[in-house]
């Protein structure tokens, strides 16, 4: 079974663009996305979700849900622990990358302006928690 | 040990002092059982019985008494030095410890010893060791572990033991018992008397378990004893049997105690010789098991014989510990170690001793016994509370761990010991031995095996090793080999310079199971040891010749040799192996390899091997061992055996060579022959090295493999076991449910059994006669009612038939096919008649229903309803009602029925006879035509109203009879009304009356007539009576006629007037008249009347009556007897009322002149006035007594001249006096002035003099009247009053505030009109330019140019009126001064205060100057704070937006790389499209930020137009309604239609559509709306937009542009001098109020 990403952004371009470097570079993966932190806690409730994603990328800023909320919400009791999440943001704020950690976030990354770099950020992302990483 | 001289059977002479003893123990519950067991009891058993009662039960008196009911036997209770006497109970006092020696009891210890705690124990141990004669234990109910030990002791003296079975009370006791093994037989009470009895009638037998002295006697003597030679035999076979079975041969034991364990086991089998015992076992092998452990049943227990043990602790270990170096193993040995408890002993004193030293210690503890079982049980070392009772507590603790009711011995203390069987006279024994234990076995044995044993000692010991035995034992004959190192405590030293001779048979030790046949292949003779000694035991005497002389020349000539098995285990030794072999150290072994001399070991195993690989004997010599220096040379030679077994079997031969001949010449040939003898050897020798090598790696790899398969099956067992255990709870939680489900259907049955109870009552209750038929009509059950109904019983009806019920009363072919019907096709019936008729009943009627009921099977129900009476009463009904209507038809009335709705229901036939009219007619057409139409609707109405009240009615009425005359009737209705109140219509009859009816009528006629003429008369004699009433009134004279014997009164009409009655309401009697009189005249009245009636005078008298109006009137009566009668009265009234009221008024009018001049008298008095007159004419003066004192004349002193006041007038007064009182005189007016008098003694008062002139018709004074009053007081107080105004007004003089006091002048209606200035102070004066003096008494209004206009009288009466003070400030206009000016209402004026308060004033102003500058300044931080606001708000906004910049950057840059990657023109153009977006979104944001860099560096400028600005937000409204459609939200507008402000149209529309879009673009859902109004004041108005939207969000940067657009329409705002308030709440939405100026400075023109 591929290992399932779940990507959570609002931004519909940048969904797109993932979804384009996801189909190019790493289309082994099964990658879901979800317009909104919302969107995800929705599908969650509704049980339309198969399973726990392997690898969850979620935007800091939002409507509705912002990421430390979605933060929250994941690492609540019985939801999904374990799952790595890693936020992806334009921020430089220090206060939001420490709000990230402080509520869970195994990374958090700054989305690269360059393509090549989003590119191989995503080859090492997926690497790193799909294949090195050990899951409890 | 007993003193008895030996008994036996035959000629014994003390027979009868032999008393069995059977000792009874027993606990709590046992006195029942012992109750029990006396009764069953026979008297004369010849036995003695002691019961021992625990301690903790009752007293031993109590207990004799107790049992002496129930047994004819003398119940002692046992004493010191008491013989015992057979056939009688003793009870043995719990108070003291008594033993019984030589058949008397004896005191033990002191008498204040504590009492031992396990009694029973203690008394048949004791009884065991004192006594030892056969005795019988039994031991009853208790609760304790006592008594255990004391059977085990009883069993192992040849005692019986019995417990009591589960008939006890507290089985504790018993049970412990049972479960150590040592009882013999488990009975109830009654079965253990029974059993005593028949253990003394076998008394002789018993009597031979008595133990005899024979300590010495040796077994050639033993015919000499007084056996029977038959008894003899008999022993020597039970022996011979056990020793083939057991391998054990007892016959050098103590053939007492043998005999007497033997005898025991006879009386347990009830058999009554030892013969019959031999056949027994013959016959049942197994006994020989039984019996085998019974012999070799011990006495043990833990650290017995303290003394020994302490000196064992103290100083023999110790001593052991030291002779031996620290890495030596301590070896000991306990033979004989029975269950284990000496072992154990010796371990845990070892360890006590060692301590700490413990540890590095190798600790060897042997411990063997022949009885396997009991070897087991010390294995397992676990022992009961009983068993371990002389363990202290200490060592209890460290050394045992307690498990349920046992004791555990440690692992520590377990793991020194090692456990197994042995046979210390005949297998080899352990050696290098440090000490051995062996306690209380030499007891049992003969002196041959005693010195065997002590032989064997000697041998396993190490040189200065010890030995301990028991405390009745020695080393006897064997003393040479040890010394006594301690008389008391039999311990011995081996003495090492003597060598022992110690030999040992090497007998199989298990013979009895295999039966292995030794068939020796081949057998070489061999030179014997030279050490073989003398042999173990000397052949049995009597036995067949051959099998000595074979055993002779067995033990003396054949080689030393072994049987071996493959693992090389010894079987059997044969012949003397000493020199070969040696028991090795460490864990005893049998083992070949570790018993042989080491040199041979190789040898040995390589031989072995070979005849195994050959199935030959393979011989080996030449091997040289060296034993003590000297050299031996040895051959074996291994033999394989063939046997029947599966097993292959060895016999290695052991032979002692000659050492080689060593090759003397060294000749070439013998040089060479000895090479080649090397060379061949050494092939050999590599040849064998070679196969056992492969052999071994085979094997090694087997081992590997079965290693393997170990550890697999042990992981498979561990699955196993943990499925067991998954099970074990899933069986658990089964079980669960199950008693789950149970419990429901334990509740459901009883439901169901509740269900079928009721179902079973209503059948039995109901009065219906029921039936339960099966399929077949078979009656199932039948109720009560059936069975009453029809006389039958149940079992002349159940499991019968129907139709054979009753002599087939039921075989009725329709009712059967009926019930059959209903079993095929489930129908059911109701109410099937049937008549039934049987002798015995009579005719019954029965109504039959039936239907199918389905219980377990198919059922019928069939009830059988009689209707006999029913109907018989119907019939009876029947005829009652026939009766009626014949009744009814025959009356000479007509009868009529309704129903309850007044419909006829019958009519009788003499109705429709007279009428000619049927019923059906009736009630078709009414009857109504039958009535007489004039009568028809009074009687309807009277009908229906008597219908619906339900009563009874009576009328008359006309009715038409057949022949068409009406006739009167008279009729009479009846409600008709059941027994339970229901109404059912009325029965009515009627007569005809027409002839009475007449007649009356005619009757009515006549009267009629001779009234006409009555009244005719009485109109004349009217006339008459009128006349006489209008002179009477005329006269206003009433008449009466009264009698005075009836008191009736006959009034005239005037009369009557008078009292103000009429005729209607007037009663005529006395009793009336005198209850309207005056209650005073009755009396005086009646006396003048009866007066009158005597003298017949005329008379009169007044009457008071209260008229019926209730006015009082006066009746003047005259009256006059009438001539000729004695009782009647004429009299005339006459009403005097008139005359009456005016003597009263008259009456009235003098008192209330006499009370006025009372009042007037009181007044003068108490105005202190004098009063006095003065007569014009005479000049006359009159004065009362006030006046004269006041005047100041003397009181007696003539006052009769005018001139006697003038002259006491003041001099200074009088003549103004005299001026007023001629002007009062010549004006006629009152005189009224104030004067001074001056007395005669010089006082001077103060009076005031009034005075009045009366004149006469022609204006001549006639008299003055006058008052004079002291008023000197008054005058001194106002003298006062006008000092202290002085004052107040020098105060107020004083002070530098304007006062002044008002009054207010009203007119006559009380509204004020002006203010007369009533005081005022010299300020005041000064204000209002003026003096004090002119001031006072002026009115307001003149000052009013002073005060405030034409508002003085207004302010003035306001402050009146409402009590509030006023306060004004005002600027003097040319003084620049300030005035505080205060009203204040007092009293009934008001106050005016006037205050000069400028300096006050600016201190005031001066303070709000400081006030003003502080709030500039707070202005100013403001300003700094909004500052900082922003700089801070244009931090974020610009973070913010180089966030979102740098998104679309980044998704520009990877669409940009994607475009060039792009396979498809989709592809393609999708980039494009994303390339786009971004760029417009960066774009416009770039943008965004210029607007806004130009607004904040100022460079926008507002262009000031008149704007209409509800046409600018309605039409922008109109441009973004079609993005709030495509959103699905609903965009409102509201406000004014024109609203025309002054204002910067372009910025105003850039703001409002900034906010709309906004509020657009984030609102999913709900409305967004717009409104612009009018602000509260003109100058200002206000534009809001609202949305449901999600609300702001706290921080800005967290949603992408709306910062950016916020902040512009802020600044846009600022700029328009407008406010901005947003007020945001989540997920409620935003709401933005935007205020604006209408008009600008200089507004107007478009370029300020």
């Known amino acids: 079974m591929p290992s399932t990403i779940y990507v959570v952004d609002d931004a519909a371009d940048y969904r797109t663009l993932l979804g384009k470097v996801f189909t190019r570079f790493l289309p082994q993966y099964d990658v879901q996305f979800f317009a909104s932190g919302d969107a995800l806690c929705e599908a969650v409730a509704t049980g339309s979700l198969p399973c726990p994603p392997d690898l969850l990328l979620l935007d800091l800023h939002m409507p509705g849900r912002n990421g430390v909320a979605m933060l929250q919400f994941i690492r609540q009791a019985g939801q999904w622990p374990y799952v790595p999440v890693v936020v992806l943001s334009n921020t430089d704020q220090q206060a939001d990358v420490d709000a990230c950690y402080e509520t869970g976030a195994s990374f958090v990354l700054r989305k690269p302006t360059d393509f090549d770099r989003l590119v191989s950020l995503l080859e090492s992302l997926c690497h790193y928690w799909l294949h090195l990483n050990r899951r409890p | ?1648």
Not at chain 2, 525 to 540: F, L, Q, W
Not at chain 2, 660 to 676: E, F
Request: proline share 3%; glycine share 6%; with cysteine.
């Open chain 2, 1 to 1648: 040990m007993a003193k008895t001289t030996p008994i036996d059977l035959p000629d014994t002479t003390d027979e009868s002092a032999f008393i069995p003893i059977v000792a009874i123990g027993a606990s709590a519950g046992g006195s029942d059982a012992m109750r029990d067991l006396l009764a069953s009891l026979s008297p004369t058993t010849g036995m003695a019985f002691v019961y021992v009662q625990h301690a903790d039960a009752s007293q031993p008196e109590a207990i004799t008494s107790l049992l002496s009911p129930y047994t004819p036997m003398t119940i002692n209770e046992a004493r010191h030095a008491m013989p015992i006497v057979a056939n009688q109970v003793y009870v043995l006092p719990t108070s003291e410890e008594l033993d019984v020696r030589d058949g008397v009891f004896v005191r033990v210890g002191h008498p204040e010893q504590a009492i031992s705690d396990m009694p029973i124990d203690r008394f048949f141990l004791s009884l065991i060791d004192r006594q030892k004669e056969g005795a019988v234990a039994v031991l009853l109910s208790g609760s304790t572990v006592d008594g255990v030990l004391g059977l085990r002791a009883v069993k192992a003296a040849g005692g019986i033991t019995i417990v009591q079975d589960d008939t006890a009370r507290y089985q504790s006791m018993p049970r412990s018992a049972v479960l150590e093994g040592v009882v013999d037989k488990i009975l109830p009470p009654a079965e253990i008397a029974a059993e005593l009895e028949r253990l003394s009638q076998q008394m002789p037998l018993f009597r031979q378990t008595v133990m005899r002295e024979e300590g010495d006697i040796e077994p050639g003597e033993r015919s000499a004893s007084a056996l029977s030679d038959e008894s003899e035999e008999d022993m020597r076979s039970i022996l011979q049997l056990l020793r083939r079975a057991m391998g054990v041969d007892f016959s050098h034991y103590k053939i007492n105690t043998i005999r007497r364990r033997i005898i025991r086991r006879t009386l347990l089998f009830k058999l009554d010789s030892l013969r019959d015992y031999v056949s027994y076992l013959r016959q049942h092998p197994e006994e020989l098991v039984q019996l085998y452990d019974d012999l070799l049943i011990n006495v043990t227990s833990f650290f017995r014989d303290t003394d020994t043990m302490d000196y064992v602790q103290k100083v023999l270990l110790p001593q052991v510990v030291r002779e031996k170096s620290v890495d030596e193993p301590i070896r000991i040995w306990i033979p004989a170690c029975s269950t284990g408890q000496e072992a154990y002993s010796l371990a845990m004193l070892l360890l006590e001793v060692l301590g700490e030293q413990e540890a590095g210690r190798t600790i060897q503890l042997f411990a063997t016994d022949l009885s396997e079982s009991a070897v087991a049980k010390a294995r397992l070392g676990s022992y009961s509370r009983g068993e371990v009772a002389g363990v202290s507590a200490r060592r209890l603790q460290r050394f045992f761990t307690k498990v349920d009711d046992h004791y555990r011995i440690n692992k520590a203390v377990r793991d020194l010991c090692v456990f197994a069987p042995h046979n210390l006279l005949k297998d080899p024994p352990f050696s290098r031995l440090d000490l051995i234990s062996c306690r209380n076995l030499l007891i049992y044995l003969d002196g041959t095996l005693q010195r065997k044993a002590i032989i064997t000692f000697h041998y396993a010991l190490n040189p200065g090793g010890y030995l301990l035995l028991g405390k009745s034992e020695t080393v006897g004959t064997s003393i040479p080999l040890f010394s006594q190192l301690e008389k008391n405590y039999k311990v011995f030293a081996r003495k090492n310079d003597i060598d022992s001779r110690a030999s040992f048979s090497m007998a199989p030790r298990s013979v009895d199971n295999d039966h292995v046949m030794v068939r020796p292949a081949q057998l070489k003779r061999t030179v014997m040891n030279e050490h073989n000694a003398e042999r173990a035991a000397s052949g049995p005497a009597g036995s067949e010749l051959d099998k000595v002389v074979d055993l002779l020349l067995l033990n003396q000539y054949v080689p030393a040799s072994v049987v071996v098995n493959q693992d090389l285990e010894i079987l059997q030794f044969r012949g003397s192996t000493g020199l070969f072999l040696e028991p090795s150290p460490g864990k005893a072994s049998l083992n070949l390899i570790k018993m042989a001399r080491p040199s041979l070991v190789f040898e040995l195993r390589n031989v072995v091997h070979k005849a195994q690989k050959t199935g030959e004997a393979v011989r080996k010599t030449g091997l040289e061992i060296k034993i003590r220096n000297k050299a031996h040379y040895v051959a074996i030679e291994a033999v394989p055996l063939d046997t029947s077994t599966e097993e292959r079997l060895f016999l290695i031969v052991f032979e002692e060579v000659d050492s080689p001949v060593i090759p003397s010449m060294k000749t070439a040939d013998a040089r060479n022959q000895r090479i080649r003898e090397l060379e061949i050897e050494l092939t050999s020798l590599r040849e064998d090295m070679r196969s056992i090598i492969e052999e071994q790696e085979a094997s090694n790899e087997e081992l590997q493999s079965a290693n393997e398969e170990i550890i697999s099956s042990n992981e498979e067992l561990q699955s196993i076991n943990e499925e067991l255990e998954t099970s074990k709870e899933e069986i658990e939680s089964t079980n669960e449910e199950l008693l789950t489900i149970n419990q429901e259907l334990q509740v459901r049955n009883d439901q169901l059994s509740e269900a079928y109870q009721f179902a079973e009552d209503i059948f039995g209750t109901i009065r219906e006669a029921t039936l339960i038929l099966d399929t077949d009509l078979r009656v199932k059950s039948a109720n009560p009612a059936f069975y009453r109904l029809f006389n039958l019983t149940a079992d002349t009806t159940e499991r019968r038939l129907l139709y054979e019920l009753d002599n087939r009363q039921w075989d009725i072919p329709e009712l059967r096919a009926m019930l059959m019907d209903i079993v095929t096709s489930d129908a059911q019936f109701q109410g099937f008649e049937l008549s039934y008729n049987t002798a015995k009943l009579g005719e019954k009627r029965l109504s039959l229903n039936a239907r199918r009921v389905v219980r377990q099977k198919d059922a019928i129900l069939l009830a059988i309803e009689d209707s006999t009476e029913r109907q018989r009463v119907q019939q009876l009904l029947a005829g009652r009602e026939a009766w009626f209507r014949q009744i009814a038809d025959n009356a000479p009335t007509l009868i009529w029925v309704t129903d309850a709705e007044g419909n006829y229901t019958f009519l009788n036939q003499v109705w429709a006879q007279f009428t000619g009219r049927s019923l059906d007619d009736v009630t078709a057409a009414g009857w109504d035509a039958s009535l007489y139409a004039e009568d028809l609707a009074a009687y309807q109405t009277l009908f229906h109203d008597s219908v619906s009240l339900r009563q009874p009615f009576e009328a008359e009425y006309r009715l038409r009879r057949h022949d068409g005359e009406y006739r009167w009737m008279l009729e009479h209705a009846q409600p008709l009304v059941g027994d339970d109140g229901q109404f059912s219509g009325y029965i009515g009859s009627s007569v005809d009356v027409h002839l009475q009816k007449e007649m009356n009528q005619e009757l009515d006629r006549r009267v009629q007539e001779r009234t006409t003429e009555l009244s005719a008369l009485n109109d004349n004699l009217e006339r008459v009576n009128r006349h006489l009433r209008q002179i009477q009134a005329i006269a206003q004279i009433g008449t009466y006629e009264f009698d005075s014997l009836t008191g009736e009164i006959f009034p005239s009409d005037e009369m009557l007037a008078f009292f103000g009655y009429v005729h209607a309401n007037f009663q005529p009697t006395v009793t009336f008249l005198n209850a309207i009189t005056h209650p005073d005249d009755i009396e005086p009245i009646q006396a003048t009347i009866r007066q009158a009636m005597i003298d017949g005078k005329p008379f009169s008298y007044v009457r008071r009556i209260t008229r019926s109006d209730g006015e009082m009137r006066y009746l003047l009566n005259r009256a006059e007897r009438l001539p000729g009668t004695h009782n009647r009265v004429l009299a005339s009234v006459l009403d005097i009322t008139a005359t009456k009221q005016v003597e009263e008024q008259l009456r009235e009018r003098t008192t209330e002149l006499t009370r006025a001049n009372e009042l007037m008298e009181m007044a003068l008095s108490t105005s202190k006035a004098g009063l006095g007159q003065w007569d014009w004419r005479t000049n006359a003066t009159v004065w009362d007594e006030r006046g004269k004192q006041l005047i100041g004349f003397a009181s007696d002193e003539e006052t009769a001249n005018i001139t006697g006041w003038i002259n006491r007038i003041h001099p200074d007064d009088r003549a103004l006096v005299m001026k007023h009182a001629q002007a009062a005189m010549l004006n006629s007016e009152p005189f009224m002035l104030e004067y001074r008098v001056v007395h005669d003694d010089g006082n001077e008062l103060y009076l005031l003099g009034t005075g009045q002139m009366e004149k006469d018709e022609y204006g001549k004074p006639l008299r003055s009247f006058g008052l004079v009053i002291d008023i000197s007081n008054l005058k001194q107080t106002e003298q006062k009053l006008k000092q202290t105004a002085l004052n107040l007004q020098a105060v107020l003089n004083s002070s530098d505030m304007a006062v002044a006091f008002v009054k207010p002048v009203r007119d006559e209606a009380q509204t004020i009109v002006n203010f007369q200035l009533a005081t005022a102070n010299r300020e005041f004066a000064r204000v209002v330019d003026s003096s004090v003096d002119t001031l006072i008494g002026q009115v307001v209004t003149d000052l009013s140019k002073a005060l405030w206009q034409d508002q003085t009288m207004a302010i003035l009466q306001r402050v009146m009126a409402s009590g509030k003070a006023y306060q004004e400030e005002r600027l003097s206009a040319n003084k620049k001064q300030w005035m505080l000016i205060t009203l204040k209402r007092y009293d009934d004026g008001v106050v005016v205060t006037g205050q000069d308060v400028t300096a006050l004033k600016e201190a005031e102003q001066q303070q709000l100057d400081l006030l003003n500058q502080l709030e500039s300044s707070n202005q100013n931080m403001q300003v700094l704070a909004q500052l900082r606001q922003q700089l801070r708000e244009r931090g974020e906004l610009l973070r913010s937006s180089s966030h979102d910049l740098r998104g679309n950057f980044g998704i520009i840059q990877g669409a940009a790389s994607l475009l060039s990657m792009a396979n498809t023109d989709e592809e393609r153009s999708q980039m494009l499209s994303m390339l786009q977006r971004n760029m417009q979104q960066a774009t416009q944001m770039l943008t965004e930020l210029l607007d806004l860099a130009r607004l904040e560096a100022g460079q926008e400028e507002r262009q000031i137009t008149l704007v209409d600005v509800a046409r600018l937000l309605r039409e922008l409204a109109d441009s973004v309604q079609p993005m709030a459609e495509e959103k699905g939200l609903v965009l409102h507008k509201s406000g004014p239609d024109r609203l025309s402000v002054w204002g910067d149209s372009m910025k105003l529309n850039r703001i409002a559509q900034n906010l709309l879009l906004n509020a657009i673009k984030y609102t999913q859902r709900g409305s967004v709306s717009i409104a612009w109004q009018l602000g509260v004041d003109d100058d200002q108005w206000e534009l809001v937009v609202a949305d449901t939207g999600p609300g702001l969000s706290v921080s800005p940067s967290a949603d992408r542009g709306e910062g950016i657009g916020l902040t512009i329409t802020r600044q846009l705002c600022q700029l328009l001098d407008g406010q901005l308030h947003v007020d945001s709440q989540p997920d409620v939405g935003t709401r933005f109020t935007l205020t604006f100026p209408t008009h600008y400075a200089g507004g107007a023109l478009p370029d300020s």
